[in-house]
């Protein structure tokens, strides 16, 4: 059982920045690709951005594109999501997500293990 726990989050003005970070434990992080999802309330959940196992590749929402950084140090066991010109609509639950494959995907349902949350609130 992998457990994942995240955090970093909080609250920002429009433009600034945050970094969240996603520790992992119970299981062998370089195993797993990761992921970020967010959902904002009365929204279902939405992929942001996946980073394969190796760190070799990584995938972003267009939303997101240019925006916000993922990162992994396998050594720590934790992933990172580095958020810079937020945005009021980037204003949502940040999940944390963990796949068993090399591969990782935008499908939420591919991934087994998630944290519960951490919340992320842009003002404008």
């Known amino acids: 059982q992998v457990h994942l726990i995240e955090s970093g989050g909080g609250l920002v003005q429009a433009g600034g920045s945050l970094r969240l970070s996603c520790a992992a434990s119970?299981?062998?992080?370089?195993?797993?690709?990761m992921g970020w999802f967010r959902q904002a309330p009365g929204k279902e959940r939405e992929f942001v951005t996946a980073?394969?196992?190796?760190?070799?590749?990584?995938y972003y929402a267009d939303s997101v594109k240019g925006r916000f950084t993922i990162s992994r140090d396998n050594a720590k066991n934790t992933v990172y999501l580095q958020m810079n010109s937020l945005k009021p609509e980037d204003t949502a639950v940040y999940y944390c997500?963990?796949?068993?494959?090399?591969?990782?995907?935008?499908?939420?349902?591919?991934?087994?293990?998630w944290g519960q949350g951490t919340q992320v609130t842009v003002s404008s």
């Open positions: 997500a963990a796949k068993i494959s090399t591969i990782a995907t935008t499908v939420r349902y591919d991934y087994d293990y």
């Open positions: 980073i394969r196992r190796s760190s070799g590749s990584t």
């Open positions: 119970g299981g062998t992080f370089s195993n797993y690709a």
